[in-house]
């Protein structure tokens, strides 16, 4: 999707804001659905579902392991680029805000620790 120059003026943050949220939500919910699969897989495998009849072998388990071992690292990445994506979306807020109140000075990009200390207090996370 092409950069669109008009997303700076003021009211246009809060709706690409919405968006990426909105994109965030629906990767969780494929997520979710491809790890109740997965979660599916293993049952079965592991005879809980009677579908499944026939007894693995070693080497089954061994190549069953391994591949969801990777979709779960897959989905683990996934998770970890979303969670990312929602630390830029509220850094941006934080800094669109801080724009307005310092008069149009530009927030310094290497605060975001400190702004999320400071989030964590006020929010009274513990991260």
Same mark, same amino acid.
């Given at each position: 999707m092409p950069f669109d120059p008009s997303l700076r003026e003021s009211g246009h943050w809060d709706e690409a804001a919405a968006k990426l949220l909105s994109s965030i939500s629906a990767e969780?919910?494929?997520?979710?659905?491809?790890?109740?699969?997965?979660?599916?897989?293993i049952l079965a495998f592991i005879h809980q579902d009677p579908a499944f009849s026939n007894a693995p072998s070693s080497q089954e388990y061994i190549q069953?392991?391994?591949?969801?071992?990777?979709?779960?690292?897959? %989905?683990?990445?996934? #998770?970890? &680029?979303?969670?990312k994506k929602m630390d830029s979306i509220l850094f941006f807020q934080s800094s669109e805000k801080e724009?307005?109140?310092?008069?149009?000075? %530009?927030?310094?990009? #290497?605060? &975001?620790p400190e702004y999320w200390d400071e989030l964590a207090r006020d929010e009274g996370m513990d991260y």
């Amino acid at each position: 999707m092409p950069f669109d120059p008009s997303l700076r003026e003021s009211g246009h943050w809060d709706e690409a804001a919405a968006k990426l949220l909105s994109s965030i939500s629906a990767e969780e919910e494929a997520l979710a659905t491809l790890m109740n699969a997965e979660a599916q897989k293993i049952l079965a495998f592991i005879h809980q579902d009677p579908a499944f009849s026939n007894a693995p072998s070693s080497q089954e388990y061994i190549q069953f392991n391994y591949a969801i071992t990777r979709m779960m690292d897959t %989905i683990l990445m996934t #998770k970890w &680029m979303l969670m990312k994506k929602m630390d830029s979306i509220l850094f941006f807020q934080s800094s669109e805000k801080e724009l307005k109140e310092s008069g149009g000075a %530009i927030p310094d990009p #290497k605060r &975001m620790p400190e702004y999320w200390d400071e989030l964590a207090r006020d929010e009274g996370m513990d991260y």
